[in-house]
């Protein structure tokens, strides 16, 4: 019988010594490029800290808390119905969640190099607006609109 795999320590990065911005940096990354995905978040940070005068990784853990959603909503097929039901999102999908909407909301944008629309969205997220934050008000919403069919959860 197979087991679940066992989660991987991953190391924290060079200059932060964060393991979540080196998670944040292996999210980025693309087709193993990861001096090049480094290059863009700590430029990313770099631009922040300029911006806001604050420190960049503060911003960046207070982005992701903002970002990271407390319910979802997951497809069941019952009967002869699809339904969407609300369940609740535990620790590590809430980061990655918070992960990918911030980089789907910065690739959205266009006309300007990935470090300064990352650093846009981050202090956006920051200051709850943006994107990433409509991303989590959408998924509340339709968590709510479906509260009806919590009951399907197994």
């Not at 932060?16 to 700590?42: H, L, P």
Request: charged share 30%; with cysteine; aromatic share 8%.
């Amino acid at each position: 019988m197979r087991g679940k795999t066992p989660k991987r320590i991953l190391l924290p990065d060079s200059r932060y010594n964060s393991a979540n911005v080196a998670k944040f940096i292996n999210q980025i990354m693309r087709q193993g490029k990861k001096t090049i995905a480094q290059k863009v978040v700590y430029d990313c940070f770099d631009i922040i800290k300029e911006k806001t005068k604050k420190d960049a990784l503060e911003i960046f853990d207070g982005a992701i808390r903002n970002v990271g959603p407390e319910v979802e909503v997951k497809s069941r097929r019952i009967g002869g119905g699809n339904y969407q039901i609300p369940v609740s999102v535990m620790g590590e999908r809430r980061t990655t969640l918070a992960y990918r909407w911030i980089i789907t909301a910065a690739k959205a944008k266009k006309g300007m190099p990935m470090r300064e629309k990352l650093a846009e969205e981050l202090i956006a997220a920051y200051n709850r607006e943006g994107n990433a934050i409509k991303k989590r008000m959408d998924t509340y919403k339709m968590a709510e609109a479906n509260r009806a069919f919590a009951h399907f959860i197994r």
